[in-house]
């Protein structure tokens, strides 16, 4: 599944008239996904981990969305062997407030066990559930660490927007 991933997103990168291209497990706007708890790893508090919804997204995806990374920097292939974590900015200020989150940990949960993800970047907030709807508390993870055969890819482009559909369905 990664290297057909993989293989593809270089491919798409590589087609004339693309400028940027990345993937996620889940687009802005169609709902939230992945809740689980948002633990600061230096936390002392008694009270519960608010829920924030995780998502699993490509070097390259904020680009490609158009999503401004405010702080930090996205992920890099040179990160696959470290646990590393971009946040939205509302995560950054409601858990983080006073302070910045680069360089902390967050708590990441998957299959049963904790990882501290540290965290490289800060982005601009994106909407889940609708335009109507404010901004959900997000985390994004590196899509290396979701073993799925699915993914939305998207890609931003200069040209002509049917000529780009039609290379990116032929590839």
């Known amino acids: 599944n990664q290297r057909i991933h993989r293989t593809l997103l270089d491919r798409l990168r590589k087609a004339p008239g693309v400028e940027a291209v990345g993937s996620s497990n889940r687009l802005p ?7 689980n ?23 390259g995806y904020f680009d490609a969305a158009g999503t401004r990374v405010l702080a930090g920097r996205d992920f890099a292939e040179s990160d696959r062997d470290d646990r590393v974590a ?18 902390k940990f967050l708590y990441q949960r998957e299959n049963g066990q904790k990882y501290r993800a ?19 508390l997000l985390v994004y993870l590196p899509d290396w660490h979701l073993n799925s055969p699915a993914a939305f890819y998207v890609v931003r482009s200069a040209g002509d927007p049917g000529d780009i559909a039609r290379e990116v369905r032929r590839i």
């Open 37 to 59: 708890p948002l633990e600061r790893v230096d936390s002392a508090s008694s009270q519960a981990a608010p829920a924030g919804s995780w998502r699993f997204v490509s070097p």
């Open 118 to 136: 540290r965290i490289i970047g800060i982005v601009e907030n994106a909407k889940a559930k609708g335009i109507e709807n404010g901004p959900p």
């Open 29 to 35: 706007l169609l709902g939230e996904s992945w809740i």
């Open 86 to 103: 971009v946040v939205s900015k509302r995560v950054a200020d409601e858990m983080f407030p006073g302070e910045t989150p680069l360089g």
